[in-house]
């Protein structure tokens, strides 16, 4: 899978068509916050939506940076697996 990044987010796209996205904004104190997750109908229930997580959580790292998921996905995702505890930001 081909994830791209650009500023505010992490996508996949097809000859111009938004297949799956995860965007996120500057939060307080250096901080992203997740706040959108999007998987296409035709790539559900393929992994894609942790793949976009994996590669925010890496950038996050990468970046120092701590992530507050206000996606609803994302924050179940992030939340329910423990190698995610160091990139979350205290609430």
Not at 9 to 30: I, K, W
Not at 41 to 67: D, F, H, M, P, T
């Amino acid at each position: 899978m081909d994830i791209k990044h650009e500023e505010g987010r992490f996508f996949v796209e097809d000859s111009g068509n938004m297949l799956a996205e995860l965007s996120y904004v500057p939060a307080s104190n250096g901080q992203m916050e997740i706040n959108h997750t999007y998987v296409d109908e035709q790539l559900r229930g393929q992994g894609v939506g942790e793949q976009l997580i994996e590669e925010a959580v890496s950038y996050a790292r990468q970046q120092n940076k701590k992530i507050v998921p206000t996606c609803s996905y994302a924050k179940s995702k992030l939340e329910e697996d423990s190698q995610y505890k160091d990139i979350l930001a205290k609430q």
